[in-house]
């Protein structure tokens, strides 16, 4: 179906989402930015890339978050373990 005949409500609410995605995009870009900042400052000092006592609250933050905000906190769960593990990866490359 093109965008042409569909609803234009239905197109407003999609563009909305599109920048709702860009928005996260930059956003992720933005956080990715400071954990590469923590991964270097981790490697003069000598600290592992891992602290999985900061892991755990950072989930347990954002579940609560999660919840609070009405979106499912197993997919928030999920995604910033994703990320977690994608840090984890970047910090032991520096």
């Known amino acids: 179906m093109s965008d042409s005949i ?22 992720l870009g933005q956080r990715f930015g400071l954990t590469a900042q ?5 490697k003069q000092t000598g600290l592992e890339a891992r602290d999985p006592d900061r892991e755990r609250l950072q989930i347990e933050k954002v579940r609560k978050l999660a919840t609070d905000s009405g979106v499912d906190p197993d997919f928030i769960e999920n995604l910033f373990q994703t990320m977690l593990k994608t840090v984890v990866q970047k910090h032991r490359e520096v």
């Open 38 to 42: 923590v991964g270097v400052l981790k």
């Open 6 to 27: 569909v609803n234009p409500e239905l197109l407003q609410l999609r563009d909305q989402i599109d920048i709702v995605d860009a928005q996260l995009v930059k956003l």
